[in-house]
Nanobody
């Protein structure tokens, strides 16, 4: 079994900051990539930021310059530092991990349970 446990969401005023964390645990041989997605009410889930095992990153245009994704490979943990938050960043944020399982050495794609981020005054 594999789990992705997210933390760090909450309510913040416009211009404020939050840091999301996602720790992967369980039968993981190696993690290829990790990322953060978000889904606002009435909208499709969208990629916010992704990071490969080698540290290459990519961001949605809407968050470039404001959000930073990072990871600690030894802890199978990915972070999303969110600065200069705007009301339009309000959404449920989901962690995603693509990993090789120790059980069968196959590639899997797992999601966290989601954490609410609300940006409002």
């Amino acid at each position: 079994q594999v789990q992705l446990v997210e933390s760090g969401g909450g309510l913040v005023q416009p211009g404020g900051s939050l840091r999301l964390s996602c720790a992967a645990s369980g039968s993981i041989f190696s993690i290829n990539g990790m990322g953060w997605y978000r889904q606002a009410p009435g909208k499709q889930r969208e990629l916010v930021a992704g990071i490969t095992s080698g540290g290459s990153t990519n961001y949605a245009d809407s968050v470039k310059g404001r959000f930073t994704i990072s990871r600690e490979n030894a802890k199978n943990t990915v972070y999303l530092q969110m600065n200069s938050l705007k009301p339009e960043d309000t959404a449920v944020y989901y962690c995603n991990a693509r990993f090789i399982a120790t059980t069968d050495r196959k590639l899997y794609d797992y999601w966290g349970q989601g954490t609410q981020v609300t940006v409002s005054s």
